[in-house]
């Protein structure tokens, strides 16, 4: 089992940055693939960004490609996402989870942190 806890959180004005953490204690980091969610009041759960431990394969959702940056940092068991010209649509409680194939190749989460409010005001 991995744990998992975000922080970094805030509020910030538009065009601003904020970038955000998530710590990892458990099992062997290197077996997940680490994601940033985000979920504003009254949408869904939407993805923002992976990465694997072995630092391939960044991914990012559309609206955010090239304001966001997803890394890690494997001796401090740390996921963060840089955030930079933050919009006001970018409002909302982020949450990081840990997820993986399993035999099957079936995708699922195994872990998630509480989250973290970010507020961005015009």
């Known amino acids: 089992q991995v744990s998992l806890v975000e922080s970094g959180g805030g509020e910030v004005q538009a065009g601003g940055s904020l970038t955000l953490s998530c710590a990892a204690s458990g099992r062997t980091f290197s077996e997940y693939t680490m994601d940033w969610f985000r979920q504003a009041p009254g949408k869904e759960r939407e993805f923002v960004a992976r990465?694997?431990?072995?630092?391939?394969?960044?991914t990012y959702l559309d609206s955010v490609r090239n304001r966001f940056t997803i890394s890690r940092d494997v001796a401090k068991n740390t996921v963060y996402l840089q955030m930079t010209s933050l919009k006001p649509e970018g409002s909302a409680v982020y949450y990081c989870?840990?997820?993986?194939?399993?035999?099957?190749?079936?995708?699922?989460?195994?872990?998630w942190g509480q989250g973290t409010q970010v507020t961005v005001s015009s």
């Open positions: 990465i694997k431990w072995n630092g391939d394969d960044e």
């Open positions: 989870a840990a997820g993986g194939r399993n035999a099957m190749g079936i995708y699922s989460w195994v872990s």
